[in-house]
């Protein structure tokens, strides 16, 4: 019998389809096609406060994919040093990635954007960094903490054998890491990276409190100035909408591409 | 034959799994070319004896010389030593994400600066004596598991070992394809190869062994040539264990 205990695996970025999960295909097109409907009849019907509201938020957009890429770089090193901290055999490198990953998993993002923007520049002497770079270091900050432990995780789902006949070869555990294990590891760690890029996109909403101009943030100015406040939040819950769809799309499509080699 | 300075030597070398004594004292040298086969029942220690010889498993007690060097000792470049240890395991452990080509021609190319061009070249030579040049751009996960562990002993051959060490390289193999790789095994070995094989392929160590060991619970408990030990067995524990696997 087996012992295995049940493990709900639930993550809060976009579902990534799976080629085979017929469900969840059509449920991706289902919401696809009505975010697009809906948008097409919403500007048709009403083209006065919905087209112009749809011209007004691009810049937002950009911002938003601007914040998220920078965040999620940052967030790439982070979580690649950790993680490679977390299994170093080092005692206190371990603890130092530890520790960061306890301490930022304990604090609310909302809490560490406030902490970063705000309470940082009350200490004497510092002076308030820019919106945008307290956005990105806060939630590269973040995310990296949660990309250590997907890196953690990739790396060691590589068979231990894999080390074995690198290091038996000479390689050293530098090499063997860079050469053998992440260009392996990279395929686990990807599909996460992918959903954790999409989670760190809706989160990026939360910038829009330190007058970063986000699509959120654009929205927000929309609906101030003309009190179209219903369609404005409409439209802009819209695009995160079809945003995030389109790339859960895409990092499926990387998924499935990434196991090349394991065609028989 | 003692005038010959043994190219591996163990000396005394104990190792412990928590309580268990995977090793006991034992000690074991090597000539250059000389085949020597360890077997014994599992958990008997062979395999862990010989992954200490290079080093992937450290010893509790006791020294081991690989052509001289001290691997034991923490100030010897174990990464070089390895170089002249090629390794092949029961798992094969080919890298999935290279070709097979790329398998062989990896480490040369990193660790020794062969040219790529000449690694390659180098590398067809070899899997043409493994017979499987053809499969040289496949990905490993496509071949065969008796290809997979011929060209795992191409990718160790690819470094120019001195020594080779197999790690009952045909136990994970299904039986039609046993006969293949250790078709290959005994071509090296006729080649002169030093060997050190782990295997429960009684047949392989009766063709090809000088030496015959057998382990029991961390010791070695006999040793001496296939004639001898297959015919004439003197402890009743090598009795025992050859009367269940032939």
Known sequence: MSTTPLSLDVSDGAAIPRKKDRGLFSAWWLSFIGALAITAFLCITRPDPYLRILAFVPDGILVTFQV??????????????????????????????????????????????????????????????????????AMGFCYGAYMGEVFRAGIESID???????????????????LVILPQAWRTILPPVGNEFIALLKDSSLVSILAVADLLRRGR??????????????IVALVYLVITLVLSKGVSHMESRLNYYDRH | MTDI????DIRNVSKLFGSLRALNNVSLSIRPSEKVVIIGPSGSGKSTLLRTINQLEQVDQGTILVDGQEVTSPDTDINKVRMELGMVF??????????????????????KNVPKLEAESRAMGLLKKVGIQEKAHVYPTMLSGGQQQRVAIARALAMQPKIMLFDEPTSALDPEMIGEVLDVMVKLAREGMTMVVVTHEMGFAREV????????????????TPEHFFTAPRHDRAKLFLSQIL
């Open chain 1, 68 to 137: 998220t890429t920078l965040s999620i770089l940052l967030a790439l090193v982070l979580g690649l040093i950790t993680g490679l901290g977390r299994i170093s055999r080092n005692r206190a490198l371990n603890l130092i990635a530890s520790t960061y990953v306890e301490v930022i998993r304990g604090i609310p993002l909302l809490v560490q954007l406030f902490y970063i923007y705000y309470a940082l520049a009350a200490i004497p002497y510092v002076s308030k960094l820019p919106p945008l770079a307290s956005a990105v270091i």
């Open chain 1, 160 to 178: 231990k054998g894999q080390t074995e006949a690198a290091r038996s070869l000479g390689f050293n555990r530098r090499q063997t890491m860079l």
């Open chain 1, 221 to 234: 100015e929309f609906a101030g100035e003309t009190f179209f406040y219903f369609e404005a939040y409409t």
């Open chain 2, 5 to 8: 300075s043994p190219i591996i």
């Open chain 2, 90 to 111: 029961q798992s094969f452990n080919l890298f999935p994400h290279k070709t097979v080509l790329e398998n062989l021609t990896m480490a040369p190319i990193k660790l």
């Open chain 2, 209 to 224: 062994a000088d030496r015959v060991v057998f382990m029991d619970a961390g010791t070695i408990i006999e040793e001496g």
